[in-house]
């Protein structure tokens, strides 16, 4: 790779860093970086930008004297809105689009994805969803790569003594329902545990003390703490996530960190490590040892750097990958359909530890494939075509769905949601919470 530290970058962030722990990356030995005049003081931001509103980056940059010429521009930005900056081409350079969360808060990947198009970005990268890549992609952007790690800060810890506990910091309210059930179990069964929020810094020495560092997703996304507790050589126990989340290629579940799916198997691992300290601390040390191998900030800043000035990138952080777009593009469905409906799906899975979802003959298998990177979702096709079922076992998606006929979807309890076309009324017989119909004509035969 060559080395493009000596660009001249100006780097758009989006948030307090004195609020978040999430201070600006650092891509470039010569960058100029901007952001929002909240609590943040000069030793993060070279210049002030809005906040939470449409705003003219080069002006502000030119108003403020950064009139010189850039090499490359880059936004980050993510479902909160907090950082929306336009009139990019008027720097004359390569942009990039940084995407930070689209897994929660109001229509986050519609609103991201209008946004990216609006601003014309050259290039669009994901931090912490690899499985929403492709939605990007299918809108028409398609220099687009997930870079999983990148804003991340490392602060390293030596290996010390560890208390008998779990530690974690972070949020456990209403932003993250999840966690707070997690947490009730964990102290009714007498589980040492040290919560709380902290600095990056106390945030790292609690990692590096505790014999378990617990991280959950928010909604199946790969946050940044578990790249925190690899960083400082702590123990990470954390909830498995699909593989479209690309959790599993970036470390190995029983070596290098240790999962989860519900509340029980948290506590049997819990208990069982915390009995052992000896394998936590080997699970500790081979994560530490691949996250300094392969995922330090200044890796994924070279990366990014040489995608966009060399246009090389590695087949692990290529979408490539996904077949979703394939499937769509056999059965076309209207893209923002597809997305409006992903978004009702994953909305629930926000705040419900499991969804049952039931999808009737006539709707398109790319509905059904679009849920299946949700790891809680039990997606299930009623009275599906053997067309059907070889045409998700083509695309290695066949195991991960359920068939149900009619009869036992009557009598399998109520379904969270039932996707069907709007003129299926035989549908409307079994019990549900939600149903969604589409403008999608009814199945006409069992060959479909």
């Not at 069964?189 to 003390?209: F, H, M, Q, V």
Request: one cysteine or more; proline letters at 7%.
């Amino acid at each position: 790779m060559t080395n493009f530290k000596s660009k001249r970058i100006l780097v758009s962030w989006y948030c307090d860093p004195s609020q978040t722990r999430i201070p600006p990356f650092r891509l470039s030995d010569n960058q100029v970086t901007s952001g929002p005049k909240l609590g943040t003081g000069p030793e993060f931001y070279d210049f002030f930008t809005p906040h939470q509103r449409v705003y003219d980056l080069y002006e502000a940059a030119r108003s403020q004297g950064f009139e010189d010429r850039f090499d490359a521009v880059v936004v980050f930005s993510d479902s909160s809105l907090m950082n929306l900056p336009l009139n990019l081409k008027a720097f004359q350079c390569p942009t990039v689009l940084c995407l930070g969360d689209t897994h929660h808060l109001d229509r986050p990947i519609q609103r991201m994805v209008a946004y990216a198009l609006d601003a014309r970005f050259d290039f669009v990268v994901s931090n912490y969803n690899r499985q929403h890549v492709h939605w990007f992609q299918e809108a028409g952007m398609q220099q687009t790569a997930w870079i999983p790690g990148l804003a991340a800060t490392h602060v390293p810890r030596p290996f010390q003594h560890r208390h008998k506990r779990v530690g974690f910091v972070g949020q456990i309210g209403n932003v993250h329902p999840r966690r707070a059930p997690m947490f009730r179990a964990m102290e009714e069964a007498n589980t040492p545990i040290i919560a709380g929020k902290a600095s990056r810094t106390e945030a790292a020495d609690l990692y590096a003390s505790s014999i378990l560092s617990f991280n959950a997703s928010l909604n199946g996304d790969v946050n940044l703490r578990v790249f925190e507790v690899m960083s400082a050589a702590g123990c990470l126990l954390t909830d498995r996530l699909s593989p479209e989340s690309g959790l599993p290629l970036l470390f190995e579940e029983g070596k290098e960190f240790i999962g989860y799916d519900s509340i029980e198997e948290l506590l049997d691992r819990a208990h069982h490590y915390l009995r052992n300290p000896t394998d936590s601390l080997r699970i500790a040390k081979a994560g530490h040892a691949a996250y300094l191998e392969r995922f330090l900030p200044e890796h994924q800043a070279q990366r990014l750097l040489d995608w966009v000035f060399s246009g090389r990138l590695p087949d692990f952080n290529n979408p490539g990958w996904d077949c979703r777009p394939q499937i769509a593009s056999q059965e076309p469905v209207p893209l923002p359909l597809r997305v409006q409906l992903y978004e009702y799906i994953q909305a629930a899975h926000l705040s419900h530890e499991h969804v049952r979802v039931l999808i009737a003959p006539e709707v398109p298998l790319s509905v059904a494939a679009d849920m299946l990177d949700l790891r809680r979702v039990q997606c299930c096709l009623l009275d599906a075509s053997q067309q059907k079922r070889e045409r998700l076992a083509q695309f290695g998606l066949g195991k991960r769905v359920s068939y149900l006929s009619h009869t036992d979807a009557m009598s399998s309890g109520n379904w969270y949601f039932m996707i069907a076309g709007d003129t299926n009324t035989a549908i409307r017989q079994i019990p549900h919470h939600k149903l969604v119909l589409l403008p999608f004509p009814k199945q006409q035969s069992s060959a479909a």
